[in-house]
């Protein structure tokens, strides 16, 4: 279970508020998967997380661009990379339901959206904070 804390926080309140939604739900995938909730409860927030991370990812994207952040182009490459990835998990979830492929997925996407975030996101937050200090 990841514990929202200041290391995720990127300075840009909504973004904030997104990131923190997200690692609830991935929260919620690990609790559903832990507590063996099946298939159904499992697909559900398999769905809510591949388009809230989709719609995030659009207002992410806009606005590193509105500040003129240069890590822009490389942060929409990682959304789109983690969107292939994701579709590839899910498409196998549902064709093959199993708590072994729902740990995988839930690891392998935890793993991409805490590094991506320490990484990139934090990047959008000292754009904003530059754009907003002068």
Request: charged share 25%; hydrophobic share 40%.
């Amino acid at each position: 279970m990841f514990t929202w804390n200041e290391s995720f926080m990127v300075g840009v309140p909504l973004i904030d508020l997104q990131h923190k939604l997200l690692i609830e739900s991935f929260n919620d995938l690990e609790l559903a998967i832990e507590e063996g909730k099946g298939s159904v409860e499992i697909k559900k927030i398999l769905v809510f997380l591949r388009h809230y991370a989709d719609w995030h990812f659009c207002r992410e994207e806009l606005c590193a661009e509105q500040l003129g952040c240069p890590v822009s182009d490389a942060n929409k490459k990682a959304h789109s990379k983690f969107h292939d990835v994701f579709s590839k998990l899910y498409k196998e979830y549902v064709q093959n339901p199993s708590p072994e492929l729902a740990l995988r997925t839930h690891k392998e996407l935890s793993d991409w959206i805490v590094g991506h975030v320490l990484k990139v996101d934090v990047q959008i937050g000292v754009c904003h904070k530059k754009a907003h200090s002068s």
